[in-house]
């Protein structure tokens, strides 16, 4: 391949220096003249029906505007995923879990508002609720939605291959059963829009959204107005991590009153609000059986998967289905029995987030793995190693592998983190574990997956760009600039971006399934290569040459090879307008990815992605065995991401990785009881600070994808899959207890620690002369 | 979440201040660093009609460490005692537990004062006015009920009307160090042990009465050695799960004359094992004792769910910080 001058580069991210100088404008940090405020009254009930709500005191306090209720808005159900539409913008008849939207106001103050909220009088009529989703799967549970008499509102039952012949066939089973814990995203900036109305109707929304194409869709569906009523722009957004891709009450009703106020509205959630309100993790309990040969092949594997989805679907279909498929990577596993069920019940909502419903099933199989392999007396890298998938082999769910840099991902991180040395041979307290991980580039073909951009070369030489890509801290926009100033041989700094902005940028479907580098990346290299095209016609001319020995590099277009013989970017551009060709120059691109067998994988098996990332993360980890509090040392994470176009970029996601997983692994649980969040603060939930954050070493595997632009694949959401068992299977090697339901608290070390004394008759303090004390 | 309305006030003085807070026609509070007040304000699980800002009054932020010994002013901040090389230098413990306080940002605008007379926190009130919708409104917020230990018919415990948790960081150091505190009134000033401000009950943990204000905070003579373990899950933001502040002073045969164990988290004050420490009284130090003196001094708290974390953990883990205290201390 040619020498690369800015894709590959360790390029700061564009807007680096504005975030780090508190410049940068988030959706809260815009205001416009006459702006209302607004707040939603939340249920404080689990499940009730709603008999009356009545807003006449909240309308009389001064500087209200407006107050509206379920009853006030049209009946129009949306849902991200569109057959599992089953919310209202504010709920209509029925609350069903404590936060769900009933009443919302807008006033000239905050607190005006807030006020306000506390005089809206609702009568309901409590209803027997259910917090947990086998007691919600069973019959006579309290129903939900009327339409799912059974809780269960998505299922997947699905056999590859013969699972019970492969049992039959294999030489050793294991059974067990996991459970995991509901964990919310935590992005720092809390959900927020801002809405005005424009004379001819138009509604714009400011957003923190990961998805403004199909936020559009999605609001104009509920506001009930044609989708060319809408338009979203996506201002900086802090960070995501899937819990930005629904619609939310704030959104709806920033419109709904701009509409009916003419004034400009904004709604800004509180950090209790996210945590209630917005979506979590599902928490998911974990049967997993699997059949083993002698030699360690993995002959096949049976799973039954409950995810408690809390009071609605969002994304409930597709995670079910995803926590499916993914089994089947990275290892080969040609027999898989799955049956998944998401079940209702009175809680807060699970969605998409980063993994999206993968992790919950990779800490199973990944912490199952390491027994099988100590039972088996196999070591636990090599058993991995055995069964890692390779490029090109066919798949039992027909997805198309082409590159696959698994084995050399295991192989790096086993080294970084010094495997062999210390396996099995750090003292007691000590120990290193790792798991690996297989995710898609985004997906395939689903409705609108595809991406534009449009690349124009201005008359003095620099490049603006349009995409529709959403950047929502993740560097999207740097990437996708990257790429666009290797294509037409420009420094970074020439390119000036616009993005996610529905009436100006063109369609992309926003920050979900990792697809954004590979997708968006993609159109906006076809636009930039467009555009190039026109300017080497002309440069062409006027050097009487052929087009193909052109390139463009160091803002020059010049024969391939020869860089004296050309002429500027600028000269380009200056023959080109005086040979009379039309400007502006103008290059555009549409992508979507190759879909040999177009499949959802909700309906039929085939390829899901263009393009799969694989990974390994490696922990070590000390353990207090006075005080049971896990400390995680050290974190090597090694990702095939096919090429890094950023590779600080790619480091940065690999860190923020292993901070989410650590939380998920030691820290972090959204608990509840009987429906109530007790721990809606950053008091309470405990996520990890930057006091915890080990040392962490990135380890870049790149295998050069046919399909991804520059040969890039995904290092988003796949980065979050392997840490937590990694550490899971590491506390396992230094005390010799496998956890299987997360968070691993000190509360739940201490407590195995002694029990294991007890069983063993001996004092694990014993073995631990004189440790530090942990005391923080 | 906005603050509810109140008047404000910048006193010149600590006698206008407190005479403001003494008058009755108005429910005023003091305003120091604000970390602890603006939240519970915004919770609305204090609403007062008026707020007296003691930052505006002059003079109150020192260290100060003259032939009287030191003194530190009540407005001093956390930062500046964890900072001060005078308290490094004195009495260690109390700038690293100044330093373990919350985060850096509470610590830059927290206050000794305020950090001593900061309200006893409860999972059930330390909650925005919607969370609290959810239940009943308990004792704390005008209600009749503790949902801690919710009274059953003929129940066993005794009926207590709030049963939230001291969960400061500074008392227990303070109070292991036999410090004094002088507080100010409107007809004039007391000097008392810091233990004796700290009443024990939920629902008014303070034994400070009308107008009256922490001034300063005074040290006696340093003496012995002293250790402060704050356990919390992470190394930054957190209040106690349960810290123990331990201050030993031995003859000079080692034999321990004086013990104070005091543990923060576990009851409606900071709590002292009395009992242990008198069990120290002379002790040598070998491994039944530190097993002895540990169940004692867990025996004597008896902390309540008020977060989320059991009270049986809490008092596990008390155990385990008072032996990890003893055994530094006899090594
Ligand atoms: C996220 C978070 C974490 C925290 N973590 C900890 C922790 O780990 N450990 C800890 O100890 N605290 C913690 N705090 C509580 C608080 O930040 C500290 O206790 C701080 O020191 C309080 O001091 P302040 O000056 O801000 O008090 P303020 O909020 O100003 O006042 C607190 C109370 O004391 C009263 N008061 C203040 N000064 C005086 C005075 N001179 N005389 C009489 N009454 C007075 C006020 O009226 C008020 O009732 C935390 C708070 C938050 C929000």
Redesign the interface.
Known sequence: MNKLNVVGKREPMLDAWEKATGRARFTDDLSLPGMLYGKIL?S??AHAKILHVDLSEAEKVAGVKGAISGKDIPKKKYGIVPMAKDEYALAIDKVRY?GDEVAAVVATS??AA?EAI?KIRVDYKELPAVFDPIEAMKPGAPIIHDEVPNNVSASIHKEFGNVEKAFRESDFLFEESFETQAVNHCPLEPQAALAIVDPSGKVTLWASTQIPFFLRRNLATTLDIPESKVRVIKPKVGGGFGQKIDLYAKDFCAAFFAMKTKRPVKFVY?R?EVFISTRQRHPMRIHLKTGMKKDGTILAQQFKVIADGGAYNSTAPLMITLACYFIMLPYRLENLLFEGYHVYTNKPVGGAMRGHGIPQVRFAVEAQLDSIAEKMGIDPLDLRLKNAFQAGEPHPAKLLVQTCGFSDTLKKAAEGIGWKEKRGKLPFGRGVGLAGASFPSGVSNMSHISSGAIVKIERDGSITLLTGAADIGQGAETVISQIVAEELGVPLEDIRITAADTEITPLDPGTFGSGVTLRAGNAAKIAAQAAKEKLFEAAAEKMEIRIEELEAKNRRIHVKGNPERGMSIQEAIKFYQYSDRPMPIIGRGSYQPPAKEPTTLLKEDGNFSPAYSFMTQAAEVEVDT??GKVKVLRMVASHDCGKAINPMLVEGQLEGSVVGGMGQAL?EEV?TEKG?V???S???Y?I?????VPSITSVEVETNDPEGPFGAKESGEGTQLAPAPAIINAIYDAIGVRFKSLPV???KV?KALQENAQNQNRDPESLDPDPE?N?? | ??LP?FEYLEPKTLKEAAKALASDTKESVLLAGGTDLLVNMKHKVIQPKQVINLKTIPKLAYISNGKDGLRIGALTTLHDIASSQAIQEEVPILSQAAG?VG?YAHQVMGTLGGNLCQGNRC?FYN?????R??KSPCYKVGGKICHVVPARAGGGRKPKECHSTYCGDMAPVLIALDTQVRVVGPNGERVFPLSKLYTQEGKKPLSLRKGEILKEILFPPPSGKAL????????????PIVSLAFHIEKDGNERIQKARIIFSGVGSGPVEALEAEKMLKNASLDDWMIEKVSNQAIKEISPMRT????PA?KR??AG??L??ALE?ISS
């Open positions: 939340r404080p009930l404590i905050l607190d807030e506390s509180e209790e006075k005080t820290y608990i109530q007790l721990n809606p950053f008091l309470d405990g990890p600070t930057a006091m915890e608290t000190p509360e201490l004390i005391s923080g | 979440m906005r309305k373990e985060a999972r909650q925005s006015a919607f969370w919708g959810v402060y373990l704050k356990w919390r899950r992470r190394e930054s933001i957190e209040f977060s989320i974390h059991s953990y596990k883990m385990i910080l032996k990890q530094k």
